[in-house]
Antibody, heavy 120, light 107 residues
Framework: QVQLQESGPGLVKPSQTLSLTCTVS??????????WSWIRQLPRKGLEWIGF???????FYNPSLKSRVGISADTSKSQFSLRLHSVTAADTAVYFC????????????WGQGTQVTVSS | SYVLTQPLSVSEAPGQTARISCGGD??????VHWYQQRPGQAPMLVVY???DRPSGITERFSGSKSGNTATLTIMRVEAGDEADYYC??????????FGGGTKLTVL
C-alpha cells in the first residue's frame, strides 16, 4: 500500500514562495503509469487540484495556478515537491499530495495533509 | 469551466439508505469518482469509474450514473458514515474538477 507524507513550513509570508515536499513509501514514483499530484482545500471550501508530475517527469497544472506553480521530483529520495510563488492570504489552505490514476484520473492514495498559512 | 453540482447536505437515519447526487453537463461521457472526507482527515476514495469500489471499501457504498447525474448510495447508514462526500471527474477543458461537496448527517 502506497503511503504519502507531506512536509514543509506551516507559515509563509505574503509574496514569498510556498515549498512543500511529499515523501512516498510502499511504491516508487518511477512506476510506469504513475502520476503524483498536489491538491489543496481552502478554508471551509472544497477541493482544488493544483497539478501533477508523471513518472516520466511530465508536468501539468491547473490553468488558474499555472503561472505560479512548479512541481518537481527526486526519484532517488522518492519525493516530489510543490513550489507556489508570490503567495497571498488566498493561498492559505490544507495541502495534500496524492497518487493519481493515470487512466481515468482519480486519486487512489492521499497524504494526511499539511496546513499552510500565509501571513506576515 | 466545467462544474459539478452537489447538494450541500443530506440527512438520513441509521439503517436507512442515503443517496448523494452529482450533476454535470455531458456527465454520461465522463468517469465519476467519489471521496469520503471525515473531519480532520484526508479524503478517501470510495468509488471510482462510476461504480467500482477500491479494495477494503464496504459494499454498502455503491455508485451509479444516469444521464447527467451520478449518485453515491450508502446502504444501512451508520454513524461512522457521517462525513463530507465529493464527486470528481476529469474534463478536457477544465482538467480535474471536484464537486462542492455534500455533508452527510446521520440523524
Amino acid at each position: 500500500q502506497v503511503q504519502l507524507q507531506e512536509s514543509g513550513p506551516g507559515l509563509v509570508k505574503p509574496s514569498q514562495t510556498l515549498s512543500l515536499t511529499c515523501t512516498v513509501s510502499g511504491g516508487s514514483i518511477s512506476d510506469s503509469g504513475s502520476y503524483w499530484s498536489w491538491i489543496r482545500q481552502l478554508p471551509r471550501k472544497g477541493l482544488e487540484w493544483i497539478g501533477f508530475i508523471s513518472h516520466t517527469g511530465y508536468t501539468f497544472y491547473n490553468p488558474s495556478l499555472k503561472s505560479r506553480v512548479g512541481i518537481s521530483a527526486d526519484t532517488s529520495k522518492s519525493q516530489f515537491s510543490l513550489r507556489l510563488h508570490s503567495v497571498t492570504a488566498a493561498d492559505t489552505a490544507v495541502y495534500f499530495c496524492a497518487k493519481e490514476n493515470g487512466k481515468t484520473y482519480f486519486f487512489e492514495n492521499w497524504g494526511q495533509g499539511t496546513q499552510v498559512t500565509v501571513s506576515s | 469551466s466545467y462544474v459539478l453540482t452537489q447538494p450541500l447536505s443530506v440527512s438520513e437515519a441509521p439503517g436507512q439508505t442515503a443517496r448523494i447526487s452529482c450533476g454535470g453537463d455531458n456527465l454520461g461521457s465522463k468517469s465519476v469518482h467519489w471521496y469520503q472526507q471525515r473531519p480532520g482527515q484526508a479524503p478517501m476514495l470510495v468509488v471510482y469509474d462510476d461504480s467500482d469500489r477500491p479494495s477494503g471499501i464496504t459494499e454498502r457504498f455503491s455508485g451509479s450514473k444516469s444521464g447527467n447525474t451520478a449518485t453515491l448510495t450508502i446502504m444501512r447508514v451508520e454513524a461512522g458514515d457521517e462525513a463530507d462526500y465529493y464527486c470528481q471527474v476529469w474534463d478536457v477543458t477544465s482538467d480535474v474538477v471536484f464537486g462542492g461537496g455534500t455533508k452527510l448527517t446521520v440523524l
